[in-house]
């Protein structure tokens, strides 16, 4: 019922020609949700691929993609991370330069696709990385009050920089996600509820009120499966939230074979997404499959045969597959000119249902 009357409300504002850039890019969103279709995205798409690199990426037209060698087409979404944007750093944590983000961002909006952007920040009171869980005094230390507070507002003002260069087109933005598990800093175990719907809430605030920036669409995506009472027990509030997303990997655990571990994995996908579904639909909120893979992709059919039916049918708008690092030869989620599997991936991308550019 509240999905319905906010479609209809976007509807109506983008018919009257009073919609936002964000309403503009949500609307786009619903209709894709309502003919049953699915975006597909690739993390660092155009910034390098496996055994590729963009090296001059001012002069580089930004046109290659791994992603558009194997099926003819560019990902309907592409994803990148800030981390390291918050120490005023030209490149992210794995390289890519946040000059390249914006060129490519900008170019991928523009041939009508969409950008999501995550971030992994360093540990601001140990100065480790996202992964440093040494403290659980980090989250505390960096809201109002907290001794890393104005360090913490400067970090934020370097990311609100960064998204006001876009000027106003629209982005995802994804901050302080798998915040369930308890591998990065913000994680479950190393803070409160309280504390970590405040950090939530501090950055919205900050980006959307202070900031002024009214071009982001917020999504709040813990790292899944997890049912809906613990998903809700962070959820930083309707006002601060416009997709409901999840990021769930497949890991084959020991001794289980690529049949028994697919089969585990997509029901867990089915699972949490059924449980996104209902909590969308009540909260009037779209929702997505943030980030999810298989590395190295050792499953032969894991696009048509695990990936497909485990979002088909599922409401989700968009799914994101994680990079395909340049220089960790196993370290890929979405396949390659060459890759031996790389026609299941084709098929995948050929599904009525799956949307490419
Ligand atoms: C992880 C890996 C890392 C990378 C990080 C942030 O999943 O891909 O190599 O640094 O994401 O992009």
Redesign the pocket.
Known sequence: MMRIFFTLLGMLLVLSGCASPKERMTERLSRTVEDGKILYGH?DDPAYGHAWLVTDWESDRLERSDVKEVSGRYPAVVGF?L?GIELGDSCN??GVPFGLMRKAALAQLDRGGLVTFSW?PRNPLTGGDAWDISSDQVVKAILPGGEKHSEFQRWLERAAAFFASLGDAPVIFRPWHENLGSWFWWGGKLCTAEEYIALYRYTWTFLTQEKGLKNLLWCYSPNGPIPAELFLSRYPGDDCVDLLGTDIYEYPGAGENLRAAGERYAGEVQAMLATLQTLGAGHGKLICLSETGFEGLPDPQWWTGVLYPAIQGSGICYVLT??N?HD?PG?FYAPWKGFENENDFKQFAEKEDIILL
């Open positions: 993390q991370d981390g944590l794995d992994h994680w990079r690092a960790k370290h």
